[in-house]
């Protein structure tokens, strides 16, 4: 897909492609090898040329998104017609009951909700520590929390199922 990408106003050009595994970038024309993975809504650890960076991305009502990477913040705005039409002032939501997954090795060191508790889309549901950071995972839609499979202290693997929520 090919997004016409205006990181403090001024236009870039970028093009994803993905295999397998692996995304193919080309920022302005240029290759970038990159790997991503989404830890938690809207927090991202990004590789890029090797190096690492952990990314929070925050929509804005006024349609751009707040980029934030390191102590450096980024005003974005995504210009492609054909995905963020309607998408503006709204959010998609998870339909139907969704598992609640540990996005990577970790242990879980908070627990915000208890079984039985209503949640809104993008509400804490637990904090898992991995590699020093802690990451708080949240709920993909509102409804409530129907199952908590995860204890404080626990040690969870990659894809591991923490919570249920319908």
């Known amino acids: 897909m090919k997004y016409e990408v205006r990181i403090g106003g001024e236009p870039h ?6 295999d397998a595994a692996r995304w193919r970038i080309s920022l302005d024309g240029r290759a970038v090898e990159a790997d991503a993975i989404e830890l938690s809504p809207g927090i991202y650890s990004i590789l890029l040329d090797g190096l690492s960076h952990e990314v929070r991305v925050t ?10 990477s390191g102590i450096q913040e980024f005003t974005a705005e995504v210009a492609d017609p054909r995905s963020w039409r309607g998408r503006r002032h709204a959010t998609v939501e998870a339909k139907g009951r969704q598992p609640i997954t540990a996005p990577m090795p970790g242990k879980v060191v908070r627990i915000l909700v208890q079984a039985g508790d209503p949640v809104e ?46």
Do not use: C, F, H, Y
């Open 59 to 68: 929509p804005s009502p006024d349609g751009t998104l707040q980029v934030l």
């Open 121 to 166: 889309a993008g509400q804490g549901i637990l904090v898992v520590e991995a590699m020093k950071m802690q990451n708080e995972i949240k709920s993909p839609k509102s409804g409530k929390v129907v199952r908590l499979l995860a204890k404080e202290g626990q040690t969870v693997n990659a894809g591991d199922i923490l919570a249920w929520v319908e």
């Open 13 to 18: 050009a970028v093009e994803l492609d993905r």
